[in-house]
């Protein structure tokens, strides 16, 4: 029985690139598995979430004009509040309306809540009803 002795020869080139292939694999798969596999960041932010995502609106009447109040929320955040369905009417005649909501959007979009809010005296009641449709429309979007 003849043993036939087999010689290997590796080029320090060829095991230089299977190296590299091989930590490359190894960084593909880490990279897949963290992208891919389950992350408890995400079960966290949508159990911290306060809001459902969307456009939520309250009505206001007054003297037989309907208008609303829309809010812009996503899961973490308001975004933006607006007059709709405003007619040019009633902007005629509750000219303080449009400014009393921009002053207090500004204010709730800044801090993310309705607590602290101030207002001018000038303002007050426009600023009390805006405020009271903007607390039901958040409440519509609350979880």
């Known amino acids: 029985m003849s043993s036939k002795t087999k010689i290997v020869v590796l080029h320090m080139k060829e095991v230089i690139y299977t190296g590299i292939f091989v930590v490359l694999a190894i960084v593909?798969?880490?990279?897949?598995f963290m992208m891919f596999g389950k992350s408890r960041d995400?079960?966290?932010?949508?159990?911290?979430?306060?809001?459902?995502?969307?456009?939520?609106?309250?009505?206001?009447?007054?003297?037989?004009?309907?208008?609303?109040?829309?809010?812009?929320?996503?899961?973490?955040?308001?975004?933006?509040?607006?007059?709709?369905?405003?007619?040019?009417?009633?902007?005629?005649?509750?000219?303080?309306?449009?400014?009393?909501?921009?002053?207090?959007?500004?204010?709730?979009c800044q801090t993310q809540s309705t607590e602290n809010i101030t207002y001018t005296e000038e303002n007050k009641y426009t600023s009390m009803m805006l405020l009271d449709a903007i607390e039901k429309a958040l409440e519509k979007a609350r979880k």
């Open 28 to 32: 593909l798969a880490v990279v897949l």
């Open 42 to 108: 995400a079960d966290t932010a949508s159990a911290k979430a306060v809001y459902h995502a969307g456009v939520y609106a309250s009505p206001i009447t007054l003297n037989d004009n309907t208008f609303d109040v829309e809010v812009t929320v996503d899961e973490n955040h308001i975004n933006a509040i607006s007059l709709v369905n405003l007619s040019e009417t009633t902007t005629a005649m509750y000219p303080l309306m449009q400014p009393a909501l921009d002053a207090l959007s500004e204010q709730i």
